[in-house]
């Protein structure tokens, strides 16, 4: 277990799936975990009770980050609560599949509001407000480069984030932070198993050299390193963590 006693790390999109397990592993680490959902409280008070129950410190709030006025709210009551924030963790995100032929404007608007336009309204305040020596990981896929059919529009939002991640940790220079993003592939859960025939998700699991789906521990491993003592050295970086796939 790694000491970050008096560390805050506000996790997006935390009451489920990989934002679960980044936020329960952060919590295990020491950080003091703000566990943020857009819409399920129950289970964001899960993640909250699983973490003090596993003797960590932990506090959900809401906040849909499309929204500038509810990032900044959360921003400001994670610094009235603890005194600051250390961490970001950009997991929130939402994927919606089909070609750029078949995509709605619906489905390409909700994909930059949520995928680009919350993760720049999150970096744009930890960028202001992140204590010095802070670590900032946003959530790429792996998809930016294995580029299948009808991920068009949903790759272009994660593509996106990682020219931003490189570009920031230039901008915060003097102040050691890093800005880092993590590039998942093919992962077990709700947003990547649901409606997927039990053929291609088979497909899919065999497509890495390690013949298996990446777990939500996994990822939250990864960005563990990042966010702690021995991720220090890496910056501006995106570490794609997906069993060998691409």
Known sequence: MTNQTNRVAIVTGASGGIGAAVAERLAKDGFTVVVNYAGNSASAAAVVARIESAGGRAVAAQADISDVAAVARMFDSAETAFGGVD?????????????????????????????????????????????????????????????????????ATKAAVEAMTSILAKELRGRNITVNAIAPGPTATKLFLDGKPQEVIERLSKLAPLERLGQPQDIADAVAFLAGPDGAWINGQTLRANGGII
Not at 119 to 136: H, K, P, S
Request: avoid cysteine; proline fraction near 1%.
């Open 87 to 155: 961490v970001l963790i950009n997991n929130a995100g939402i994927m919606n599949l089909a070609t750029i032929a078949d995509s709605s404007d619906a489905l390409f608007d909700r994909h930059i509001a949520v995928n680009l336009k919350g993760t720049f309204n999150t970096l744009r305040e930890a960028a202001r407000r992140l204590r010095d020596g802070g670590r900032i990981v946003n959530f790429s896929s792996s998809v930016t480069s294995l580029l299948q059919p009808t991920y068009g529009v949903y790759a």
